[in-house]
């Protein structure tokens, strides 16, 4: 445990995102069981590379700098006091408009790991805190 880890590992699940391939893998017990494709950080806002975990979970986030609404907000690393990246669903504005929905397999979040809404529902309910998260390029 660490700064980056601080709850104590749930020890038979694991997220393993790979940046170049646009992946988010999930496992249990040792087996895969998610494989999803991902949007992840712009080149202006990358995801950060790294060993992580489920910090908490909030079932709809709003990040009030960019007028978003990301369901099953999945919290698993600092990006700025009081602001975490982490996974969620394809966001949406206060206007209703779904956004990213033809982003998954390109960087187009501003930092986030995005799935589409089903996947993330999935994940947000198999996913506890305490879950290893780690992050390849």
């Not at 699940?13 to 249990?28: D, F, P």
């Not at 999945?74 to 504005?93: E, K, Q, T, V």
Request: proline share 6%; with cysteine; net charge negative.
């Amino acid at each position: 445990q660490d700064v980056l880890t601080p709850l104590p590992v749930v020890p038979n699940k694991r997220i393993v995102v790979t940046l170049s391939e646009h992946r988010l893998r999930a496992y249990e017990d040792g087996a895969l069981k998610y494989d999803w494709i991902i949007a992840a950080g712009r080149e202006s806002s990358p995801t950060s590379v790294g060993t992580y975990q489920v910090l908490f979970k909030e079932e709809s986030a709003y990040a009030s700098a960019w007028d978003l609404t990301m369901p099953d907000f999945i919290g698993i690393y600092s990006a700025a006091p009081g602001f975490a990246n982490g996974i969620h669903a394809l966001p949406f504005l206060s206007n209703g408009q779904r956004l990213w929905s033809r982003a998954l397999g390109t960087d187009a979040s501003y930092g986030c790991i995005i799935l589409g809404v089903e996947e993330a529902a999935l994940l947000y309910d198999w996913a506890d805190i305490g879950v290893v998260v780690v992050i390849r390029p």
